[in-house]
């Protein structure tokens, strides 16, 4: 949630930035519920400070004056009455209008959409096969990795079952990553995967995009549940409504977690197999640090996700996403998009980014200066290290030989127990 007291003595510069990914903005509504608001609040704290001062004062005064005076208190306590349910009606319609804001662009995020994306860098060598590729479909039929047909038949389109090798390749990635992620002095998480309204408005999920999730109830929003999209929506709610010492700064946890999506739209023809499904496994990073701290923590993070790909030896890319291609949270977001040979381009494994203070104003997550003494909002970041739907195709695809094999990367090799995999 954007902070009411920028939009209120900064409301061009906020303009300016969210039309960096809306098409228009128009924050008049808001503005005018903020000042009706606080009109009515002022007028009630007068009406309120006059009924202390009548209380006060009505015994010391003569008997036919104290039937003024409380005639005088009564007709307060419902003007009053009347005012405060005025402002919690205001107080309410406001919320609404803030809660669908998306978060402002950093100054550094270009304006548009996907064209507008900046490839940072690459890393690896695409690869060149000399014989014909298959792709990560075929390649998991013919090992047995995956079964397609068995997944639709349990969960309809979208899903699938690991198999053998597949099961044990997928696992393998996990216990990777949950060791890699150990050793940075993260805290290892293991959250519910059903979460509460809360955790959805939090993250922002909700109320905009509350129908991408699966849904467990419907009705008044304060008893939908909900299950996790990601991890994310789970960690980021670790702290609400806490105030957490500024020497505890900065918080970082990874969790795994299957994430479950509805992904509205369709299933193009590049995106068969694992490529897309409403069922994944992922690890996703977390971090609350102080405002100072947010820029630095999230090169750090998106160095984190790197360092994983480059120990698996997969070609891919760095991206800086252009303010239309962020998600609504978020002020920054850096792609990490892995090489998939039979697509012939790239496809997102990880996304990190950073919300500034938005999630946790939402959430109500605050740390307490040290030096002041004053509770602040804490930054939150988050980033995937990694979505294995589309890690596990990038490595099949990018690692297959001529005979059919896969050769098993070797950071992954004592989790398998194998170096390839083989019909």
Request: hydrophobic fraction near 40%; proline fraction near 4%; charge should be neutral.
């Amino acid at each position: 949630m954007l902070d009411i007291n920028l939009i209120r003595t900064s409301p061009e510069k906020v303009k300016q930035a969210l039309l960096k990914r809306l098409d228009s903005v128009d924050l008049d509504a808001i503005l005018d519920l903020d000042r009706k608001r606080r009109e009515l609040i002022v007028e009630s704290d007068a009406l309120k400070m006059r009924k202390n001062t009548v209380s006060s004062t009505v015994q010391k005064q003569p008997k036919e004056a104290q039937q003024a005076l409380f005639a005088e208190m009564k007709e307060i306590s419902a003007k009053i009455k009347t005012l405060d349910a005025g402002a919690a009606l205001v107080e309410t319609e406001l919320g609404q209008l803030m809660a669908e804001l998306p978060n402002m662009p950093a100054e550094d995020v270009v304006a548009g959409g996907k064209e507008n994306n900046a490839v940072l860098r690459e890393w690896g060598t695409r690869p060149d096969f000399k014989f014909e590729l298959k792709s990560h479909l075929d390649l998991s039929k013919s090992l047995g990795l995956i079964d397609y047909e068995r997944g639709v038949k349990l969960g309809g389109t979208g899903f699938w079952v690991y198999r053998d090798m597949g099961a044990r390749l997928e696992w393998a990635l996990l216990n990777f990553f949950v060791e890699t992620h150990l050793a940075k002095n993260y805290s290892f998480v293991l959250p519910p995967h059903v979460l509460n309204y809360e955790c959805g408005y939090t993250a922002g999920q909700f109320p905009k995009f509350k129908d991408d999730v699966f849904l467990l109830a419907s009705g008044d929003d304060k008893k939908v549940q909900f299950l996790l999209p990601t991890a994310e929506t789970a960690l980021i709610s670790l702290h609400r409504d806490e105030i957490v010492k500024e020497d505890e700064l900065p918080k970082k946890y990874f969790a795994y977690s299957p994430c479950y999506r509805k992904e509205a739209g369709g299933y193009g023809a590049n995106e068969r197999g694992m490529i897309r499904g409403h069922q994944f496994n992922k690890v996703e990073l977390i971090r609350f640090t102080r405002p100072e701290d947010s820029p630095a923590a999230f090169e750090e993070m998106v160095a984190d996700v790197e360092s994983v790909m480059q120990k698996l030896g997969l070609h891919y890319r760095a991206v800086k996403l252009a303010a239309k291609d962020v998600s609504a949270s978020m002020a920054r977001t850096c792609d990490i998009e892995v090489w998939i040979p039979s697509m012939k381009g790239y496809k997102e494994v990880s996304s990190v980014s950073s919300a500034n203070d938005y999630q946790a104003r939402r959430g109500n997550m605050r740390f307490k200066r040290a030096a002041t003494g004053k509770n602040e909002f804490v930054h939150t970041l988050n980033g995937s290290c990694l979505a294995t739907s589309r890690l596990f195709p990038a490595i099949i695809e990018q690692f297959q030989r001529e005979d059919g094999s896969v050769v098993v990367p070797e950071a992954l090799r004592k989790f398998i127990g194998t170096d390839v995999i083989t019909i």
